[in-house]
């Protein structure tokens, strides 16, 4: 089920050389972003999930996670897939 798509106001928080393409936010609050965003890195495309948060007024990454081919999102995904109905 996809969540309306907000307004992206603020762009994330990705230095060079990794150059954003397209980003989606997933969630943006009480001091924590987290998005999934495209990019290039040294040539490559790749689409990670990131999680930052803000302290002092800056957001830092906390966690990065990298998916480099359809073949590891198949994998992911199908494993995610498998068990997500145990969610209550």
């Given at each position: ?41 040294y040539g490559r495309k790749q689409i990670c ?9 800056k957001w830092k990454r906390k966690q990065k ?8 999102w198949e994998l992911i995904s199908n494993a ?9």
């Amino acid at each position: 089920m996809d969540r309306p798509t907000r307004r992206e106001t603020e762009e994330v928080p990705i230095i060079p050389p990794l150059k954003v393409i397209e980003y989606k936010t997933i969630n943006k609050r009480f001091g924590w972003w987290s998005a999934v965003v495209l990019l290039e890195s040294y040539g490559r495309k790749q689409i990670c999930v990131y999680l930052w948060q803000k302290r002092a007024d800056k957001w830092k990454r906390k966690q990065k996670f990298a998916i480099h081919s359809q073949e590891d999102w198949e994998l992911i995904s199908n494993a995610v897939n498998g068990i997500v109905n145990e969610l209550t």
